[in-house]
């Protein structure tokens, strides 16, 4: 068995498209690198082997997620390792290009790698001279680079250019060495689709196009080309995570509320986030209610859509996990829970409250009713219902006053849509519907072909 398979833990968040991994030190330790702020998986995985982390390491401020490593810290003594030129405002080792940690048998060398973020590191990890892996973060990922448009878009280039120097870098490594990155497939800090979490240098340079551009100008155009929207909260998390997040003392709880409490904390000005399924939303909900069902998604619209300064309501199923639905908010930084509805939406109208409710629209019964998809770019450039009308979910609420009466609300599945429709109902808009699927059920309902492009 190889180094990987007997010593590296990846540690998948699909939600959030990244990945962190658990290294067995093979002495009762572990090295932890890029550990969200959700740390139930690492742990499980630490005690599944009687891991104490000693060590942990970020390759760069995360935009999209909180760290962990300040937890691990503080709970388990973990000496946190990232670099210097992030000048993180509480205690770290800081780490400059080549420097090098021991980890007792094991060694990790600190090489600087921006473009991503300034202060990006990758970790290569060797065992004597032997080049084991290498950490990439959001540097070489499988298939591609992660974007370099964060920092604002009068650096997106310059960013891009010390991109293709930190590839080169990394590619000069042995063929052989494995490539363990953060970002992968459904991040928006952008990589391509697809099922391979972690590569090789060799893999690389066979399939990753990027490296195969045959200069600067243009690896930043094929770079910059493929970038899209990303959430707003990646807008005010990396200063977060560069101050050090809140410590976690105890697991979150989200308290039994009553109708009347609920009541109260909408006149104060909190959110209501409904977390059930789109048909159990459809059939009724609290008027004013954000729809965001309960997915590996449910952190990024969370944190795309709502602001992290307003307290939090949550309306759930009986059998919906609220645990699951605070560790998503916390990762991101929502910390203002006021609560859930104690008993639900059958609690709620037997004391009086008021619904509102959303037809959910066959994708064979749309007909001439205008068509509002709410997909990235992307998605509806490449094959969209006929003159559907498009407004990226992302930006719905700076563009509500564009959505036609009576619009059907359409995206992948359901569930964007749905919470794009919730969001204009909140607005004041009437007669909406949902379409149930997308538009290659439509496709399939109608025997029409969808339209491509713009």
Known sequence: MSFEDRHLIPLVDEGLGNSAYLVDLGDGRALAVDAARDLRALRAAADRRNLTVAFAADTHLHADFLSGALQLAADDGAQVLASATGHRAFPHTALGDGDEVDLGGLTLRALATPGHTDEHLSFLLLDGSAELGVFTGGSLIVGSAARTDLLGNER???????????????????DSTGVW??????????????SERT????????????????????????????????????????????????????????????????????????????????????????????????????????????????????????????????????KIGYERFAGHLGGGMPAWKADGGAEQSIDLLAPGRVADRPVLDVRQ????????????????????????????????????????????????????????AVLDGGPTDWASATGRPLQEGK
């Open 199 to 330: 590569t090789t240098i060799g893999a690389q340079k066979r399939a990753n196009e990027l490296l195969a551009a045959p200069d600067e100008d243009a690896f930043v155009t094929a770079l910059l080309s493929g970038l899209g929207s990303y959430p707003a909260y990646f807008e005010r998390l990396s200063e977060v995570n560069r101050r050090g997040p809140a410590l976690l003392t105890a697991e979150p709880v989200l308290p039994a509320l009553s109708p009347a409490e609920v009541r109260t904390l909408l006149g104060e000005g909190a959110y209501v986030i409904d977390v059930r399924p789109v048909a159990e939303f459809a059939a009724g909900h609290i008027p004013g209610a954000v729809s965001i069902p309960l997915r590996g998604q449910f952190a990024t619209w969370l944190g795309w859509l709502l602001p992290d300064t307003a307290p939090l309501v949550f309306v759930a199923d009986p059998g919906q996990d609220l645990a699951e639905v605070a560790w998503q908010s916390l």
């Open 181 to 194: 990155p953060t970002h992968g497939a459904g991040s928006f800090c952008s990589a391509p689709p697809g």
């Open 156 to 174: 997106t280039e310059e960013l891009a250019r010390a991109q293709y120097r930190s590839l080169k870098r990394l590619s000069s490594l042995p």
């Open 377 to 432: 770019s992307a998605e509806h450039t490449a094959g969209h219902i006929p003159g559907a009308l498009h407004i990226e979910l992302g930006d719905l609420a700076a563009q509500a006053d564009q959505t036609p009466a009576g619009a059907v609300v359409a995206c992948g599945h359901g569930e964007r849509a749905m919470t794009a429709a919730s969001l204009l109902q909140r607005a004041g808009h009437h007669g909406l």
